[in-house]
């Protein structure tokens, strides 16, 4: 019998008034999902690439925001 073990992780983004979004690392990539959606804003292959998209969903002109591990 073997085991698989699987790791996620979550950072969660924080703008002037709060959380605005999260990010979620799986086996498939790094999954955006924005403060109070139903559904993901998409998965991408790296960190870098879903903090860009997640900003890109933010309000124009906002300030990148700061992403907390949890």
């Known amino acids: 019998m073997s085991t698989t073990e699987t790791h996620h992780t979550l950072w969660v983004a924080y ?3 709060g959380v605005v979004g999260s990010i979620r690392k ?3 990539g790094y999954t955006v999902t924005m403060a109070g959606a139903d559904t993901t804003a998409g998965t991408y292959p790296t960190m870098e690439v879903a ?3 997640l900003h ?3 309000t124009p002109g906002s300030d990148w925001p700061q992403f907390r591990e949890h």
Do not use: V
Request: charged letters at 40%.
């Open 26 to 28: 799986d086996e498939d």
């Open 15 to 17: 703008g002037p008034s």
């Open 51 to 53: 903090k860009s998209a």
């Open 56 to 58: 890109s969903r933010m």
